[in-house]
């Protein structure tokens, strides 16, 4: 069996988690959080970091402390992971799905400036921007912030696939008013479950610390302002984390050395790959390919010879729990309708139906990879 990407966890992990529970601070109470914070910010050039429980965790509370709230308009792209866009509605707001652009398969500047200017015809100005970096490849910040700009807009980043992936000199995450985070188990780094967000801001990275703590005023005793979350990271995952940040250049070294060796074995019959803006780099968390052929076949084939190979994300606006059922709700059923609005969608349609994404796990061997690289050339061969 090749898993599709499985943690990559060692000597270094074992020594930090040991003495997080040699130390009894296993919750959230402990030196290795803030250690932790400290060094991702050092990582990323980011000012602040606020650990939490979670990169879905980490995109609610950038919304909240953003004042995104009921009724509000939030663009997000229609090609993603469900929790870019899930925290936009706890938070009561409404999501706007935005096609990609065909090259780099992120959000589509030219698809984001027509939302813009169609909504603010009908008196509709989306509050934010969720800016995905879809498979750890950088989106096109720098036109999609000016817009922002423009409209009076949050921008904010969804980096939880794009820990080590640049812009110039800038790290993703660092360009918006927030950036986002995941330490879940598949990510760049693990902390078993996790999230980070960062900001040039420190009065928005302690609200969002405060927001995290359940908005507990300091003191004895219980005393709360606000309604908050229980959203903090444990000490034990925090440890873990930051034994795992010390090995994310050599991480980043090796997916990238996958997804070029993929890319290098599968362009020329026929596959593409994800493309990366001039001056960016991608983390290439996970190497990703549009095949030549019938992609369900060819996926059947890969899990037949126990290959784990994904789909691409289906686009989130034909996602069950977002249509509407126009003959009312049933039993717990979903309908049919778009229950949101969606701009564009051909790109993100095309890259659904025929997307795979390739074993990319950092300790993947050469022959596990020739492995994957053989078996998926037949399978186009036999489709
Ligand atoms: C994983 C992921 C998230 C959510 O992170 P969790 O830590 O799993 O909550 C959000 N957005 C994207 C694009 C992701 O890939």
């Known amino acids: 069996m090749i898993p599709l990407c499985t943690p990559d966890l060692g000597s270094a992990e ?20 803030e250690r932790f914070e400290r060094e991702f ?13 979670s990169g879905t965790a980490a995109l609610h509370l950038a919304l909240r402390v953003c004042g995104v709230g009921r009724g509000d308009l939030v663009l997000v792209s ?7 866009a899930t925290p936009i ?3 009561g707001a409404e999501p706007v799905f935005i096609d990609s652009e065909e090259r780099t398969w992120n959000l ?11 909504l603010d015809r009908s008196g ?21 912030q000016a817009i922002c700009q423009r409209f009076g807009a949050i921008l904010i980043e969804d980096a939880a696939e794009a820990l080590g992936a640049t812009i110039g000199a800038a790290h993703v995450g660092t360009i918006g008013r927030i950036g986002c985070f995941s330490f879940n188990g598949n990510k760049v780094i693990t902390t078993g479950g996790g999230g980070m967000c960062v900001t040039a801001d420190p009065a928005l990275a302690t609200a969002m610390k405060h927001l995290s703590t359940q908005a507990k005023l300091p003191g004895l005793a219980f005393v709360h302002d606000q309604v908050g979350y229980n959203y903090r990271l444990t000490n034990l995952a925090a440890a873990l984390g930051l034994a795992q940040l ?9 997916k990238r050395a996958i997804a070029e060796r993929y890319r290098t074995a599968l362009e020329p019959l026929g596959c593409r790959f994800q493309g990366v803006h001039d001056g960016a780099r991608s983390s290439d968390w996970l190497a990703s390919c549009l095949v030549a052929g019938d992609r369900d076949r060819i996926l059947a084939h890969l899990t037949a010879a126990g290959i784990g190979g994904r789909p691409l994300w289906m686009p989130l606006s034909d996602q069950p729990c977002f249509l509407e059922d126009s003959r009312g709700r049933d039993g717990g059923k979903f309908g049919e309708e778009p229950r949101f609005m969606r701009f564009g969608g051909e790109v993100a349609k095309r890259l659904s139906a025929t997307g795979i994404s390739l074993p990319s796990s950092t300790h ?20």
Do not use: N, W, Y
């Not at 040991?18 to 959230?28: G, P, R, W």
């Not at 229609?78 to 870019?84: G, H, L």
């Not at 589509?108 to 169609?118: G, N, T, Y």
């Not at 509709?124 to 999609?144: E, S, Y």
């Open 41 to 53: 910010a050092g990582f990323t050039g980011a000012r602040q970091a606020v650990a939490c429980a």
């Open 246 to 254: 010390g090995r994310l250049p050599e991480f980043l070294r090796r």
């Open 89 to 91: 509605i706890h938070q």
């Open 108 to 118: 589509d500047p030219q698809a984001v400036e027509d939302a813009f200017v169609r």
């Open 14 to 33: 074992r020594a930090l988690l040991l003495e997080a529970l040699d130390s009894t601070f296993v919750s959230s109470v402990g030196p290795f959080v």
């Open 78 to 84: 229609d090609f993603t992971f469900i929790a870019s």
């Open 364 to 383: 993947l061997s050469v022959a596990d990879q020739d492995h994957v690289i053989t078996t998926l050339i037949h399978a186009m061969g036999q489709s």
């Open 124 to 144: 509709r100005r989306p509050k934010a921007v969720i800016a995905v970096h879809v498979l750890g490849a950088p989106a096109d910040l720098a036109p999609i």
